[in-house]
């Protein structure tokens, strides 16, 4: 069966850093490309970067830019959100989801507050 497990978030200051991993079993990890999304209460779904097989990354959030950084290690079928200068308004429910499937994490929160 199909698995994607996030782990890793949790409740961090303004400036802090975390970093997100979502180990994936159950289909060829290697070959898909994968995504992050984030949701935030009232507002819509939101992707936050697209890593290719090949560990070429794509942010489609400006809001991110400089802060975050996708990763994958193909060999620990493990795909990785390192989150830098977190902000109150990164405060999400965060995803993993492989790239144009059903597969998706179960999501876990990251809260940004003082």
């Known amino acids: 069966q199909v698995q994607l497990v996030e782990s890793g978030g949790g409740l961090v200051q303004p400036g802090g850093s975390l970093r997100l991993s979502c180990a994936a079993s159950g289909f060829t990890f290697s070959t898909y490309a994968m995504r992050w999304y984030r949701q935030a209460p009232g507002k819509e779904r939101e992707l936050v970067a697209h890593i290719t097989s090949a560990g070429v990354t794509t942010n489609y959030a400006s809001s991110v830019k400089g802060r975050f950084t996708a990763s994958r290690d193909n060999a620990r079928n493990t795909v990785y959100l390192q989150m830098n200068s977190l902000k109150p308004e990164d405060t999400a429910v965060y995803y993993c989801?492989?790239?144009?499937?059903?597969?998706w994490g179960q999501g876990i929160q990251v809260t940004v507050s003082s």
């Open positions: 989801n492989a790239a144009y499937t059903i597969y």
